[in-house]
């Protein structure tokens, strides 16, 4: 192996070790937010992000859970909820209406439920939920989503000009899909931040 190749190698293996010394500490950093949001205690609002509703027209583990936490921390401070989500590949229905309907089945009054079945990335719901409530003359939402994806969502709305609290529906899975759900959403704060403080157009 001549001396060219093998500093190649070397910068290779220098790199490859940066990177992956970064992705774990965005994994860390993933982590160390959604144990340090604070306690809700004042919100006029709920907003409830979307996530997959299954083929078969049932939601997801982790909707489930959302509209978990959305019934519990409507039911501790009874205000309008706004439910997010469009209707992605292979979902038979718009999450927003799904969550709607299932909300309206867990004894949520209908006419307290807003709909953005429009939207979708986090951006879109915080935006197009924004502009419901906003009409509604309210302004201190809670944002209720899954646990490691929390605080990123509370940081887009406070980009948007909320001052949001949050409410965590927790990631009750194995290690493995823990580590699939916290992978990803490091990836996605180096898109939040190259957005938020690089202004690229992602």
């Given at each position: 192996?001549?001396?060219?190749?093998?500093?190649?190698?070397?910068?290779?293996?220098?790199?490859?070790?940066?990177?992956?010394?970064c992705?774990?500490?965005?994994?860390?950093?993933?982590?160390?937010?959604?144990?340090?949001?604070?306690?809700?205690?004042?919100?006029?609002?709920?907003?409830?992000?979307?996530?997959?509703?299954?083929?078969?027209?049932?939601?997801?583990?982790?909707?489930?859970?959302?509209?978990?936490?959305?019934?519990?921390?409507?039911?501790?401070?009874?205000?309008?909820?706004?439910?997010?989500?469009?209707?992605?590949?292979?979902?038979?229905?718009?999450?927003?209406?799904?969550?709607?309907?299932?909300l309206?089945?867990?004894?949520?009054?209908?006419?307290?439920?807003?709909?953005?079945?429009?939207?979708?990335?986090?951006?879109?719901?915080?935006?197009?939920?924004?502009?419901?409530?906003?009409?509604?003359?309210?302004?201190?939402?809670?944002?209720?989503?899954?646990?490691?994806?929390?605080?990123?969502?509370?940081?887009?709305?406070?980009?948007?000009?909320?001052?949001?609290?949050?409410?965590?529906?927790?990631?009750?899975?194995?290690?493995q899909?823990?580590?699939?759900?916290?992978?990803?959403?490091?990836?996605?704060?180096?898109?939040?931040?190259?957005?938020?403080?690089?202004?690229?157009?992602?």
């Amino acid at each position: 192996m001549n001396r060219v190749l093998r500093r190649i190698l070397k910068v290779l293996l220098v790199l490859f070790i940066f990177v992956a010394v970064c992705y774990a500490a965005l994994v860390g950093y993933t982590v160390y937010r959604e144990k340090t949001v604070p306690e809700p205690s004042d919100y006029d609002a709920i907003i409830v992000l979307g996530a997959q509703v299954q083929t078969d027209g049932e939601p997801s583990v982790q909707l489930d859970w959302r509209l978990d936490k959305a019934v519990e921390m409507y039911n501790a401070s009874p205000c309008p909820v706004v439910v997010c989500g469009a209707q992605g590949k292979d979902e038979p229905r718009p999450e927003a209406e799904v969550m709607r309907d299932l909300l309206i089945g867990r004894g949520m009054p209908a006419g307290m439920i807003y709909t953005d079945p429009v939207s979708t990335d986090t951006y879109q719901n915080i935006r197009n939920a924004k502009a419901i409530i906003e009409q509604l003359g309210l302004n201190r939402p809670l944002i209720i989503t899954s646990d490691y994806h929390l605080p990123r969502a509370m940081d887009i709305a406070k980009a948007e000009g909320f001052e949001p609290q949050g409410a965590a529906s927790p990631t009750k899975q194995e290690f493995q899909f823990w580590l699939k759900n916290h992978g990803r959403e490091a990836l996605a704060w180096v898109k939040f931040f190259l957005i938020r403080y690089i202004g690229l157009d992602l």
